[in-house]
């Protein structure tokens, strides 16, 4: 039997899902508020300008693994529950690069950086870079909060409503919580591989791939083994995503991350990759960590030590044993549907083999 078209092409669907949303979202606030549309406007430009729409389709083939039909009444509004996801990653992506103080995101300026330019363009009182900051504090929180309603207002039945709002709820506390603690880890110069690694499970882990099949799996009723054995095969395959991103954003090409070289260096990110730098005597890192003028010579000797070292070796033989892991996991799992069994395990691969 051939792939269903929401199966064969999911982010389309998502990504018309959330443009319909979004539209009827900015007409509600225009009316409220004009000067508000421009603000929904910056939201939706954010949310429609780029993402693979992971969160998305793992929550989908969660849905499609515990029986769900694509062909059934209840699709549409299953996409819908799980587009809203889009939103809890573009409040993570605003606010995360807020807290970074990041210029670009995806190779155009961040959203802090877009208001402030435009206080400055329009000469108005205070200071620019204040009211950027504002502006995308406020921005985030309505991706959060709209998030909410997109996915209670998606027409999905009251049991299924029940059943997910445990993973939702949680998924959204794991990911602040991630968030504060990689603030704090940041200020305490905690350069610890167990540092990082909890950062990883609650920051992109947990809201990435566990959670959003977590929710698909609930949604579809699925069994507490099923669930169980989503949730492992989540919880691994999201911190090998995570280390994978690591590793790219100090080797990445800047015209695929759309991010300059070593940007995660001069932000002082504390992830496993600096941890086991250190450890394995990348002394430069010493140097390079938060420094803003880095330069890319600078960035190019500190990755020439973390390979002489081992530590991108041992990174790597971490995201292999963790998609092993997973991998067999889902084996493990029972799984209604192969298809989805199947296509997670592409997913899986495709979420870790990314190339610099």
Same mark, same amino acid.
């Given at each position: 039997?051939?792939?269903?078209?929401?199966?064969?092409?999911?982010?389309?669907? @998502?990504?018309?899902?959330?443009? !319909? &949303?979004?539209?009827?979202?900015?007409?509600?606030?225009?009316?409220?508020?004009?000067?508000?549309?421009?603000?929904?406007?910056?939201?939706?430009?954010?949310? *429609?300008?780029?993402?693979?729409?992971?969160?998305?389709?793992?929550?989908?083939?969660?849905?499609?693994?515990?029986?769900?039909?694509?062909?059934?009444?209840?699709?549409?509004? @299953?996409?819908?529950?799980?587009? /809203? *996801?889009?939103?809890?990653?573009?409040?993570?992506?605003?606010?995360?690069?807020?807290?970074?103080?990041?210029?670009?995101?995806?190779?155009?300026?961040?959203?802090?950086?877009?208001?402030?330019?435009?206080?400055?363009?329009?000469?108005?009182?205070?200071?620019?870079?204040?009211?950027?900051?504002?502006?995308?504090?406020?921005?985030?929180?309505?991706?959060?909060?709209?998030?909410?309603?997109?996915?209670?207002?998606?027409?999905?039945?009251?049991?299924?409503?029940?059943?997910?709002?445990?993973?939702?709820?949680?998924?959204?506390?794991?990911?602040?919580?991630? #968030? &504060?603690?990689?603030? *704090?880890? #940041?200020?305490?110069?905690?350069?610890?591989?167990?540092?990082? $690694?909890?950062?990883?499970?609650?920051?992109?882990?947990? &809201?990435?791939?566990?959670?959003? $099949?977590?929710?698909?799996?609930?949604?579809?009723?699925? /069994?507490?083994?099923?669930?169980?054995?989503?949730?492992?095969? !989540?919880?691994?395959?999201? @911190?090998?995503? #995570?280390?994978?991103?690591?590793?790219?954003?100090?080797?990445?090409?800047?015209? @695929?991350?759309?991010?300059?070289?070593?940007?995660?260096?001069?932000? !002082?990110?504390?992830?496993?990759?600096?941890?086991?730098?250190?450890?394995? !005597?990348?002394?430069? $890192?010493?140097?390079?960590?938060?420094?803003?003028?880095?330069?890319?010579?600078?960035?190019?000797?500190?990755? /020439?030590?973390?390979?002489?070292?081992?530590?991108?070796?041992?990174?790597?033989?971490?995201?292999?044993? *963790?998609?092993?892991?997973?991998?067999?996991?889902?084996?493990?799992?029972?799984?209604?549907?192969?298809?989805?069994?199947?296509?997670?395990?592409?997913?899986?691969? /495709?979420?870790?083999?990314?190339? &610099?």
């Amino acid at each position: 039997m051939p792939p269903h078209p929401l199966d064969l092409d999911l982010p389309k669907h @998502v990504d018309a899902a959330l443009a !319909g &949303y979004l539209a009827d979202r900015r007409d509600l606030g225009a009316r409220m508020e004009e000067n508000f549309g421009g603000a929904v406007d910056a939201l939706a430009d954010f949310v *429609l300008g780029g993402g693979k729409r992971i969160r998305p389709t793992f929550a989908w083939w969660g849905w499609r693994a515990a029986g769900g039909d694509p062909d059934s009444p209840l699709a549409e509004a @299953v996409l819908t529950a799980v587009s /809203s *996801l889009e939103l809890i990653q573009a409040c993570a992506l605003i606010h995360d690069d807020l807290m970074d103080a990041s210029e670009t995101r995806r190779g155009r300026p961040t959203v802090h950086v877009r208001f402030a330019r435009r206080h400055r363009a329009h000469d108005w009182l205070g200071e620019p870079e204040r009211f950027g900051l504002a502006a995308a504090v406020l921005i985030g929180d309505v991706a959060l909060a709209w998030a909410d309603d997109m996915l209670f207002a998606a027409g999905l039945p009251n049991d299924a409503l029940r059943r997910l709002s445990l993973p939702w709820r949680d998924m959204r506390t794991e990911m602040l919580a991630g #968030q &504060y603690l990689d603030v *704090l880890t #940041q200020a305490r110069g905690d350069a610890s591989p167990d540092a990082a $690694l909890r950062i990883d499970r609650l920051k992109t882990a947990a &809201y990435t791939v566990e959670r959003p $099949l977590h929710m698909g799996a609930a949604i579809g009723g699925g /069994s507490p083994e099923l669930v169980e054995g989503l949730r492992s095969f !989540g919880t691994d395959i999201g @911190v090998a995503f #995570q280390l994978r991103d690591d590793l790219l954003g100090v080797f990445g090409d800047p015209a @695929v991350t759309g991010k300059p070289a070593g940007d995660d260096l001069r932000e !002082g990110k504390r992830t496993l990759l600096v941890a086991l730098g250190m450890r394995f !005597g990348a002394d430069e $890192l010493h140097d390079a960590l938060g420094r803003p003028d880095l330069d890319v010579a600078a960035v190019d000797v500190v990755r /020439s030590r973390l390979v002489e070292v081992g530590a991108v070796a041992a990174v790597e033989e971490r995201i292999a044993a *963790l998609t092993e892991s997973a991998l067999a996991a889902l084996d493990k799992a029972p799984v209604t549907e192969p298809a989805a069994a199947e296509r997670l395990a592409e997913l899986a691969i /495709s979420a870790t083999k990314r190339t &610099y």
